[in-house]
């Protein structure tokens, strides 16, 4: 089974700065998918960030980028700038067939 | 464009009782999946029902059963309650069930089992 694991509990960052969450996951398929949703206090998981594994190039969404290792099977999402309003709980995901795996959560506060 | 509504907000079931979620899917996506979230946790997939079928199933109890019904909105209910069901609801609407469709979302049902 494709399992998302997320090492950071926790990070902070101090407004307008940079900041990079971690994510490995584990699979043996070649073509895939994988997200970052954003998680705020109200709860709704807003996507933030797509790739596809067959694309070599890094996917770009204003702020927010991400470093796709194919071959570590890595997945960071690093976030420039930072806005208070990007305080939130992030998680990456990985498409298995119809389903979302979901790692375990990065807590990102932002400090002004 | 209407987004995806979950209903009710907040409920609060004892141990035992029966409970039903609704999810209004958004506009046009016939594709419906439901997410258990327990707290501190990333969500875990209950199912998911495509046209009105299930389609799909992840490593959940018979209990959890769910219906779509021909607009593409979704219960989902659980029997039995248990405590380890308190948990955030998630719904999730989309084009397909497969390929590059999108999963949207909806704000959650808040279950608490005493």
Not at chain 1, 57 to 82: C, G, H, M, W
Not at chain 2, 27 to 32: L, R, W, Y
Request: hydrophobic share 30%; with cysteine.
């Amino acid at each position: 089974a494709q399992t998302v694991t997320q090492s950071q509990p926790e990070m902070s960052v101090q407004e307008a700065e940079t900041v990079t969450l971690s994510c490995t996951y584990d699979t043996s398929e070649s073509d895939y998918y994988l997200f970052w949703y954003k998680q705020p206090p109200s709860r709704q998981m807003i996507l933030v960030i797509r790739q596809e594994a067959y694309k070599q190039q890094n996917a770009t969404e204003n702020r927010f980028s991400v470093n796709f290792q194919k071959a570590a099977k890595s997945f960071s999402l690093k976030i420039s700038d930072s806005q208070l309003g990007d305080a939130a709980m992030y998680f990456c995901a990985y498409r298995d067939g119809n389903k979302l795996v979901f790692g375990a959560g990065t807590i990102l506060r932002v400090k002004s | 464009e209407t987004g995806v509504t979950q209903s009710p907000t907040h409920l609060i079931k004892t141990r035992g009782q029966q409970v039903t979620l609704r999810c209004s899917s958004q506009s046009g996506h016939n594709t419906v999946s439901w997410y258990q979230q327990a707290l501190g946790q990333g969500p875990q997939f209950i199912f998911q029902y495509y046209r009105e079928e299930e389609n799909g199933r992840g490593n959940f109890p018979p209990r959890f059963s769910g219906l779509q019904f021909p607009n593409y909105s979704s219960e989902l209910n659980v029997n039995a309650l248990e405590l380890d069901d308190s948990a955030l609801y998630l719904c999730a609407s989309s084009l397909s069930s497969l390929g590059v469709g999108e999963q949207y979302f909806g704000p959650g049902t808040r279950l608490t089992v005493l």
